[in-house]
T-cell receptor, first 112, second 111 residues
Framework: KAGVTQTPRYLIKTRGQQVTLSCSPISGHRSVSWYQQTPGQGLQFLFEYFSETQRNKGNFPGRFSGRQFSNSRSEMNVSTLELGDSALYLC???????????FGEGSRLTVL | GIQVEQSPPDLILQEGANSTLRCNFSDSVNNLQWFHQNPWGQLINLFYIPSGTKQNGRLSATTVATERYSLLYISSSQTTDSGVYFCAVERGGTSYGKLTFGQGTILTVHP
C-alpha cells in the first residue's frame, strides 16, 4: 500500500512568487492535513480537508490556501512568498480526520 | 490551546543504553501519537496511543490519560535510533486533522 506522496520534494522560489504543493493521500483516506515545520516555530497545523471541504484551519494568513479534489488529492498554495515561508511543508492523511495520521516525506521550500 | 511539553530536549546515549522520553499535555485528548523524524524530514509513525501501553520491538509506549502524560521507552538503543522524537496530541471534537506537537527530543546515539 503506497504511503502519502508529496511533490515536489524540493523547490526554490524568490520573494513575491507563489508556489503550489501537491499531496496524494493513502488509498482510502479521505482526510488530508497540512503542516508547516520551521526551526523557530516547530510543527504547526495549516488546515484540514475532507470530501473537498475545509473543516479546520490553523492561524496562518490568507496567503496560505488549499483545496481538495474529488479523488482526495490535495494542493496547498502560498501566494506572495516571504522569506519566512521557507520551511518543510508536510502533508498527512487519515481515514476521517480523527485517529491516526500518516505523513508524507514533505516538500522543502526555500524562499530567496 | 492545548500545550505539549517534551523532556528532555536533548539526549545523548551510547549504543546499547536504554532511555525514556516524556510527553506532558495540558488537557484531555482523543489522540496521541509518537513520531520519529528521519534525517530527510519524514515523520515516521511509532505509536498511536491515546491510552494504555503498546510495544513494538525495542520500543514501547505508555499513556496515562487521566494524568496527562505519555512515555516512550527505547531499549538497547542503536545508532539508527538517532533523530528527533515528537509527541503530538489531538483534542477531539472539531479538531479534525489538527495535531499539536511538542518541541521534540533530539536523540543522539553514539557507537
Amino acid at each position: 500500500k503506497a504511503g502519502v506522496t508529496q511533490t515536489p520534494r524540493y523547490l526554490i522560489k524568490t520573494r513575491g512568487q507563489q508556489v503550489t504543493l501537491s499531496c496524494s493521500p493513502i488509498s482510502g483516506h479521505r482526510s488530508v492535513s497540512w503542516y508547516q515545520q520551521t526551526p523557530g516555530q516547530g510543527l504547526q497545523f495549516l488546515f484540514e480537508y475532507f470530501s473537498e471541504t475545509q473543516r479546520n484551519k490553523g492561524n496562518f494568513p490568507g496567503r496560505f490556501s488549499g483545496r481538495q479534489f474529488s479523488n482526495s488529492r490535495s494542493e496547498m498554495n502560498v501566494s506572495t512568498l516571504e522569506l519566512g515561508d521557507s520551511a518543510l511543508y508536510l502533508c498527512a492523511s487519515s481515514r476521517d480526520g480523527t485517529g491516526e495520521l500518516f505523513f508524507g516525506e514533505g516538500s522543502r521550500l526555500t524562499v530567496l | 490551546g492545548i500545550q505539549v511539553e517534551q523532556s528532555p530536549p536533548d539526549l545523548i546515549l551510547q549504543e546499547g543504553a536504554n532511555s525514556t522520553l516524556r510527553c506532558n499535555f495540558s488537557d484531555s485528548v482523543n489522540n496521541l501519537q509518537w513520531f520519529h523524524q528521519n534525517p530527510w524530514g519524514q515523520l515516521i509513525n511509532l505509536f498511536y496511543i491515546p491510552s494504555g501501553t503498546k510495544q513494538n520491538g525495542r520500543l514501547s509506549a505508555t499513556t496515562v490519560a487521566t494524568e496527562r502524560y505519555s512515555l516512550l521507552y527505547i531499549s538497547s538503543s542503536q545508532t539508527t535510533d538517532s533523530g528527533v522524537y515528537f509527541c503530538a496530541v489531538e483534542r477531539g471534537g472539531t479538531s479534525y486533522g489538527k495535531l499539536t506537537f511538542g518541541q521534540g527530543t533530539i536523540l543522539t546515539v553514539h557507537p
